[in-house]
């Protein structure tokens, strides 16, 4: 049974903050619930310090903020949530968005259907998704 939410993969590019801002919109004009779903593939937190000196946790600490900012420009309603998931964000993005409504990605900035479907994460949601899918360009 679908769920009446919206999913949409976040991270910084400028692809998917247009996808967000398009999905909030979306989601406000359909009266539903919206998803906002990154993943973190980097290495989890605790495991010390990397080869490169760099700490690991200190990283993910940014990359959370950087993304919830991001995600609180949309003025999200009370029921809309931000979603962290450890994984390739394909197979994140199909998991998390199998019961959604609908599923939002960013078009590469070019905007040409060729590049969507050579995107390694829009092929894979394509090839195992079960939602619909929108791709919103620049």
Not at 64 to 74: C, G, K
Not at 122 to 128: F, G, S
Request: with cysteine; net charge neutral.
């Amino acid at each position: 049974m679908r769920q009446q939410e919206i999913v949409v993969g976040l991270d910084e590019t400028a692809p998917a903050q247009r996808a967000l801002e398009w999905a909030a919109q979306e989601a406000r004009r359909r009266g539903v619930p919206l998803r906002a779903v990154h993943a973190l593939t980097g290495p989890a937190p605790g495991i010390g310090r990397l080869a490169d000196g760099s700490d690991p946790e200190l990283s993910e600490m940014r990359e959370r903020a950087a993304i919830t900012h991001l995600f609180d420009s949309v003025h999200p309603r009370p029921d809309w949530v931000i979603q962290f998931a450890r994984g390739e964000a394909g197979p994140v993005l199909v998991r998390q968005s199998r019961n959604a409504v609908l599923l939002v990605l960013g078009a590469p900035e070019d905007g040409l259907l060729g590049r969507v479907l050579r995107s390694s994460v829009a092929h894979h949601c394509l090839a195992h998704g079960t939602a619909q899918m929108a791709f919103v360009p620049v």
